[in-house]
Protein backbone atom coordinates (compact mmCIF):
# COMPACT_ATOMS: atom_id res chain seq x y z
CA UNK A 1 0.00 0.00 0.00
CA UNK A 2 1.73 3.36 -0.88
CA UNK A 3 0.51 6.04 1.27
CA UNK A 4 0.77 9.83 1.19
CA UNK A 5 -0.38 12.92 3.86
CA UNK A 6 -2.57 15.72 2.54
CA UNK A 7 -0.79 19.26 4.62
CA UNK A 8 -2.53 22.80 5.11
CA UNK A 9 -1.57 26.05 5.43
CA UNK A 10 -2.83 28.67 7.30
CA UNK A 11 -2.47 31.56 5.09
CA UNK A 12 -2.54 33.91 7.92
CA UNK A 13 -0.29 32.35 10.59
CA UNK A 14 1.86 30.13 7.59
CA UNK A 15 1.13 27.46 10.81
CA UNK A 16 0.89 23.56 8.51
CA UNK A 17 -1.22 20.79 9.76
CA UNK A 18 -1.93 17.47 8.29
CA UNK A 19 -4.77 17.13 7.40
CA UNK A 20 -5.89 13.79 4.66
CA UNK A 21 -4.06 10.61 3.90
CA UNK A 22 -4.60 9.70 0.25
CA UNK A 23 -3.88 5.93 -0.07
CA UNK A 24 -3.57 3.10 -3.16
CA UNK A 25 -4.07 -0.13 -2.43
CA UNK A 26 -5.03 -3.13 -5.28
CA UNK A 27 -6.48 -0.67 -7.50
CA UNK A 28 -8.30 1.45 -5.22
CA UNK A 29 -7.68 5.40 -4.04
CA UNK A 30 -8.90 6.37 -0.25
CA UNK A 31 -8.60 9.28 1.25
CA UNK A 32 -9.52 10.21 4.83
CA UNK A 33 -9.14 13.14 7.17
CA UNK A 34 -6.85 13.07 9.71
CA UNK A 35 -7.12 14.28 13.05
CA UNK A 36 -4.93 17.15 11.95
CA UNK A 37 -7.72 18.44 10.30
CA UNK A 38 -9.48 19.15 13.87
CA UNK A 39 -6.69 20.91 14.67
CA UNK A 40 -6.72 23.16 12.25
CA UNK A 41 -9.86 23.98 12.25
CA UNK A 42 -9.87 24.51 15.95
CA UNK A 43 -6.80 27.13 15.88
CA UNK A 44 -6.98 28.53 12.11
CA UNK A 45 -10.46 27.91 11.22
CA UNK A 46 -10.19 25.76 8.55
CA UNK A 47 -13.13 24.62 6.09
CA UNK A 48 -13.41 20.58 5.00
CA UNK A 49 -12.20 20.83 1.28
CA UNK A 50 -14.56 21.20 -1.44
CA UNK A 51 -13.82 17.36 -2.66
CA UNK A 52 -14.06 16.11 0.27
CA UNK A 53 -17.39 18.05 2.31
CA UNK A 54 -17.50 15.83 5.25
CA UNK A 55 -14.79 15.04 7.95
CA UNK A 56 -16.03 11.85 8.83
CA UNK A 57 -16.34 9.87 5.86
CA UNK A 58 -13.95 7.39 3.40
CA UNK A 59 -13.63 8.68 0.01
CA UNK A 60 -13.08 5.72 -2.57
CA UNK A 61 -12.03 5.69 -6.21
CA UNK A 62 -10.72 3.75 -8.24
CA UNK A 63 -8.86 6.90 -10.34
CA UNK A 64 -6.88 9.28 -9.03
CA UNK A 65 -9.37 12.30 -7.52
CA UNK A 66 -9.44 15.28 -8.79
CA UNK A 67 -7.72 17.35 -6.19
CA UNK A 68 -4.60 15.01 -6.13
CA UNK A 69 -4.60 14.54 -10.28
CA UNK A 70 -4.93 18.09 -11.20
CA UNK A 71 -0.92 18.50 -9.33
CA UNK A 72 0.11 16.24 -11.91
CA UNK A 73 1.88 17.40 -15.45
CA UNK A 74 0.19 15.33 -17.76
CA UNK A 75 2.30 13.30 -20.06
CA UNK A 76 2.00 14.67 -23.16
CA UNK A 77 3.23 18.07 -22.06
CA UNK A 78 6.85 18.78 -23.71
CA UNK A 79 7.90 19.18 -20.23
CA UNK A 80 6.73 16.18 -18.82
CA UNK A 81 10.17 14.39 -19.56
CA UNK A 82 11.88 17.25 -17.88
CA UNK A 83 10.24 17.05 -14.70
CA UNK A 84 10.66 13.67 -14.30
CA UNK A 85 14.31 13.95 -14.86
CA UNK A 86 14.41 16.59 -11.81
CA UNK A 87 12.52 13.95 -9.38
CA UNK A 88 15.55 11.75 -10.55
CA UNK A 89 12.84 8.97 -10.89
CA UNK A 90 13.25 6.03 -12.58
CA UNK A 91 11.98 5.25 -16.17
CA UNK A 92 8.59 3.12 -16.24
CA UNK A 93 8.33 3.68 -12.23
CA UNK A 94 6.99 7.25 -12.65
CA UNK A 95 3.31 6.09 -11.55
CA UNK A 96 1.12 9.24 -9.97
CA UNK A 97 2.05 8.55 -6.67
CA UNK A 98 5.49 8.62 -7.26
CA UNK A 99 5.26 11.57 -8.81
CA UNK A 100 3.46 13.35 -6.19
CA UNK A 101 5.55 11.82 -3.32
CA UNK A 102 8.66 13.47 -4.57
CA UNK A 103 7.29 16.65 -6.21
CA UNK A 104 5.34 17.71 -3.19
CA UNK A 105 2.23 18.70 -5.68
CA UNK A 106 2.03 22.20 -4.50
CA UNK A 107 0.25 24.84 -6.47
CA UNK A 108 0.38 28.73 -6.26
CA UNK A 109 -3.35 28.73 -6.59
CA UNK A 110 -3.71 27.06 -3.17
CA UNK A 111 -2.15 26.44 0.60
CA UNK A 112 -2.06 22.29 0.31
CA UNK A 113 0.91 20.18 -0.47
CA UNK A 114 1.79 16.39 -0.39
CA UNK A 115 4.18 14.27 1.26
CA UNK A 116 4.85 10.59 1.58
CA UNK A 117 4.99 8.26 4.20
CA UNK A 118 8.07 5.97 4.71
CA UNK A 119 7.96 2.65 4.44
CA UNK A 120 11.32 0.02 4.85
CA UNK A 121 13.06 -0.28 1.83
CA UNK A 122 14.59 -3.25 0.59
CA UNK A 123 17.48 -3.69 3.14
CA UNK A 124 15.03 -2.65 6.05
CA UNK A 125 16.02 0.75 6.22
CA UNK A 126 14.63 4.17 6.72
CA UNK A 127 14.47 6.05 3.39
CA UNK A 128 13.33 9.18 1.84
CA UNK A 129 13.69 11.48 -0.67
CA UNK A 130 13.07 15.15 -0.34
CA UNK A 131 13.98 18.36 -2.07
CA UNK A 132 15.72 20.88 0.31
CA UNK A 133 13.51 23.25 1.80
CA UNK A 134 14.00 27.43 2.28
CA UNK A 135 16.39 28.24 -0.03
CA UNK A 136 14.35 31.90 -0.77
CA UNK A 137 15.62 32.75 2.34
CA UNK A 138 19.35 31.72 2.04
CA UNK A 139 22.23 34.28 0.98
CA UNK A 140 24.37 34.30 -1.97
CA UNK A 141 26.87 32.51 -1.12
CA UNK A 142 24.98 29.89 0.12
CA UNK A 143 23.08 29.30 -3.23
CA UNK A 144 26.95 29.56 -4.32
CA UNK A 145 28.01 26.91 -2.19
CA UNK A 146 24.61 24.59 -3.64
CA UNK A 147 25.76 25.46 -7.23
CA UNK A 148 28.75 23.39 -6.32
CA UNK A 149 27.11 20.34 -4.47
CA UNK A 150 27.79 17.14 -6.23
CA UNK A 151 25.87 13.46 -5.98
CA UNK A 152 26.27 11.42 -3.51
CA UNK A 153 28.19 14.33 -1.16
CA UNK A 154 27.34 13.86 2.56
CA UNK A 155 25.24 16.38 4.29
CA UNK A 156 24.74 17.24 8.29
CA UNK A 157 21.72 18.09 10.01
CA UNK A 158 21.98 20.55 12.63
CA UNK A 159 18.89 20.99 15.31
CA UNK A 160 17.37 24.70 15.36
CA UNK A 161 15.97 24.38 18.94
CA UNK A 162 15.98 28.25 19.40
CA UNK A 163 13.68 29.16 16.28
CA UNK A 164 11.05 30.84 16.90
CA UNK A 165 9.44 29.12 14.12
CA UNK A 166 9.29 25.89 14.42
CA UNK A 167 11.63 24.09 17.54
CA UNK A 168 11.80 20.74 15.52
CA UNK A 169 14.10 22.55 12.68
CA UNK A 170 16.65 21.01 11.14
CA UNK A 171 19.19 22.53 8.30
CA UNK A 172 21.39 20.95 6.19
CA UNK A 173 24.89 21.21 6.36
CA UNK A 174 28.21 21.01 4.61
CA UNK A 175 31.51 19.27 5.68
CA UNK A 176 32.46 23.16 5.45
CA UNK A 177 30.05 24.35 6.86
CA UNK A 178 27.48 26.18 4.58
CA UNK A 179 24.00 25.78 5.28
CA UNK A 180 22.26 24.74 2.39
CA UNK A 181 18.68 24.93 3.84
CA UNK A 182 16.43 22.91 6.01
CA UNK A 183 14.74 19.53 6.16
CA UNK A 184 11.32 19.62 4.95
CA UNK A 185 9.14 20.60 7.98
CA UNK A 186 7.07 17.08 8.18
CA UNK A 187 10.24 14.81 8.57
CA UNK A 188 12.22 17.20 11.14
CA UNK A 189 10.00 15.06 14.31
CA UNK A 190 10.72 11.89 12.86
CA UNK A 191 14.39 12.82 11.70
CA UNK A 192 14.72 13.83 15.48
CA UNK A 193 13.86 10.92 16.91
CA UNK A 194 16.08 8.57 15.00
CA UNK A 195 18.78 11.16 15.56
CA UNK A 196 18.22 10.77 19.45
CA UNK A 197 18.54 6.96 18.76
CA UNK A 198 21.98 6.80 16.99
CA UNK A 199 22.99 9.80 15.01
CA UNK A 200 25.36 7.69 13.48
CA UNK A 201 23.03 5.83 11.72
CA UNK A 202 21.13 8.88 10.10
CA UNK A 203 22.52 9.58 6.30
CA UNK A 204 21.74 12.78 4.11
CA UNK A 205 23.37 12.51 0.56
CA UNK A 206 22.91 15.19 -2.31
CA UNK A 207 21.42 12.62 -4.77
CA UNK A 208 20.66 15.60 -7.61
CA UNK A 209 21.38 19.54 -8.28
CA UNK A 210 18.94 20.71 -11.06
CA UNK A 211 20.79 23.97 -11.95
CA UNK A 212 18.68 27.16 -13.17
CA UNK A 213 16.42 27.30 -14.92
CA UNK A 214 15.02 24.80 -12.86
CA UNK A 215 12.20 26.19 -10.24
CA UNK A 216 14.00 27.12 -7.26
CA UNK A 217 11.90 24.39 -5.22
CA UNK A 218 13.48 21.71 -7.18
CA UNK A 219 17.06 23.03 -6.95
CA UNK A 220 18.72 20.28 -4.38
CA UNK A 221 16.96 16.75 -4.25
CA UNK A 222 18.52 14.58 -1.20
CA UNK A 223 18.36 11.31 -0.09
CA UNK A 224 18.58 10.34 3.60
CA UNK A 225 18.63 6.54 5.10
CA UNK A 226 18.82 5.58 8.89
CA UNK A 227 18.24 2.60 10.75
CA UNK A 228 14.47 1.43 11.42
CA UNK A 229 13.71 0.80 14.74
CA UNK A 230 11.31 -2.67 15.45
CA UNK A 231 9.34 0.27 17.71
CA UNK A 232 9.60 2.70 15.35
CA UNK A 233 6.54 4.33 13.64
CA UNK A 234 6.49 7.33 11.07
CA UNK A 235 4.12 9.99 11.89
CA UNK A 236 2.90 8.39 15.03
CA UNK A 237 1.22 11.37 16.83
CA UNK A 238 -2.14 12.44 16.75
CA UNK A 239 -2.41 14.39 13.70
CA UNK A 240 -1.59 11.68 11.34
CA UNK A 241 -4.35 9.15 12.33
CA UNK A 242 -7.15 9.17 10.67
CA UNK A 243 -10.40 10.43 12.07
CA UNK A 244 -12.36 7.33 10.91
CA UNK A 245 -10.70 3.98 10.16
CA UNK A 246 -10.82 3.45 6.53
CA UNK A 247 -10.98 -0.15 6.58
CA UNK A 248 -12.04 -1.39 3.42
CA UNK A 249 -15.87 -2.55 3.31
CA UNK A 250 -17.75 -4.82 0.58
CA UNK A 251 -20.58 -2.29 0.90
CA UNK A 252 -18.26 0.96 0.20
CA UNK A 253 -19.52 3.04 -2.90
CA UNK A 254 -17.09 4.24 -4.81
CA UNK A 255 -16.69 7.89 -5.09
CA UNK A 256 -14.79 10.57 -7.23
CA UNK A 257 -15.83 13.81 -5.70
Avoid at 60 to 85: A, G, K, M
Wanted: charged share 20%; hydrophobic share 35%; with cysteine.
Amino acid sequence: MKTLFLAWQDPITRSWFPIGRLTFDQGEYRFVYTYGAIEAQAKCGFQPLLSFPSLNKVYTSVELFPLFSNRLIRRSRPEYQDFVQWLNIPQHEDDPIAILARSGGSKVTDHLEVFPCPEPDENGLYHIHFFVHGLRHLPHYASERINHTKPGELLWLSHEIQNPYDSNALTLNTEDHHILGYCPRYLAADALKLLQRDPALVHVHVERLNPAPTPLQFSLLCNMTAKWYEDFRPFSSNSYQAIVMDVPSPNATATSN
